[in-house]
């Protein structure tokens, strides 16, 4: 392991080591201990690395960066987004295509690269659940649906995107499988049975503490969150039961004024190093395939590539193409 380590270190120093000189690039993302660890992992040792000092934004905002491009005024150099609004957007002109001479693609995984996105992190809509705040956790979609066997509030993700109308259509019955195309009227149906027991998050950071405080002792959640929360001393139960899968991605968005420094954090941030040092420390899963290698072998057991016998992938082609729609459905039918 140590060897690994060092050749690793070695290498991605030597890959990255710039002229000596001043210079400021942003880096956005979700805030929290995401973004924690993205500084921690990615940004302090670029910045070490090529004196490129990394500026830390958030959080990520669609509407901010279609605005900042249309106006030729984008003040954000690389952007922590999800994999469908990635895919969206290089096909609407809002992104810069990366450039993968610096970029080494090689060894990311080929489901989370495009002309103008390569994975962030790799991550799971799974069950979380406070043991101290309730008798019984529930193990499945359909038991997060169900209020007569556990009543209370839940937590749901308040934004349109791959995950809760996966997990209703899952708890309705609908095999993993047959969940595309989305069957929206069945998902609706099914959400207005538990909308009056659905505390919204917006946020990672406010996930977590809706579940810390018992506010909505169980839900749907990102897994790094809660293995984040865990390790607060938080007593944490995960079920990994058809946990719904999705990446994010880093992307560039048109006209930004330090396009190399871009391509260059997004190289350092994706090399089997940073991305093993951020998996570790946050229990997503790397999008480098070749950062396992560096990984413990116990850790890796938690992570979301490893719970892959009831995984569900998340169709980020089909949501790309269905975001607008879905998303007019979604927020009409949260403010009714």
């Known amino acids: 392991m140590k060897k690994h380590l060092i050749i690793a270190l070695m290498a991605t120093a030597a890959a990255f080591v710039g002229p000596a000189h001043a210079a400021d690039m942003v880096f956005t993302s979700w805030g929290g201990t995401t973004q924690d660890a993205q500084k921690t992992n990615w940004a302090d040792p670029f910045t070490e690395q090529t004196q490129i000092n990394v500026v830390q934004d958030g959080p990520t905002d669609y509407g901010k960066i279609k605005a900042m491009v249309e106006a030729g005024n984008v003040t954000w150099d690389v952007v922590d987004v999800e994999g469908d609004y990635a895919v969206q957007a290089g096909a609407a002109g809002l992104l810069e295509k990366l450039d993968f001479s610096i970029i080494d693609k090689k060894m990311l995984d080929p489901r989370f690269v495009t002309d103008y996105s390569v994975g962030s992190f790799y991550y799971s809509f799974v069950i979380g659940c406070n043991k101290d705040a309730v008798e019984a956790c529930p193990k499945s979609w359909a038991d997060v649906f169900d209020t007569a066997k556990f009543p209370g509030k839940r937590a749901f993700y308040k934004w349109s995107a791959p995950g809760v109308i996966e997990a209703a259509l899952l708890a309705d019955g609908v095999a993993a499988d047959k969940l595309y195309p989305l069957d929206l009227d069945r998902a609706f149906k099914k959400l207005d049975t538990i909308k009056a027991d659905i505390v919204w998050w917006d946020s990672g950071a406010q996930s977590q503490q809706l579940l810390a405080s018992a506010e909505a002792p169980f839900g749907s959640f990102w897994n790094g969150r809660l293995t984040a929360l865990a390790q607060t001393g938080v007593n944490v139960e995960t079920s990994w039961t058809n946990n719904i899968t999705a990446a994010d991605a880093l992307v560039v968005p048109k006209g930004t ?76 039918w949260q403010a009714q």
């Open 257 to 332: 004024k330090n396009k190399d420094a871009a391509m260059k954090f997004i190289a350092h941030a994706t090399t089997d190093m940073a991305q093993a040092r951020f998996a570790m420390e946050t229990g997503y899963a790397p999008t480098n395939l070749d950062s396992n290698l560096l990984m413990d072998a116990e850790i890796r057991k938690t992570l979301p590539d490893m719970q892959a016998e009831t995984q569900v992938n998340a169709d980020m082609t089909y949501w790309a193409e269905h975001r607008d729609e879905i998303g007019t459905r979604w927020y009409a």
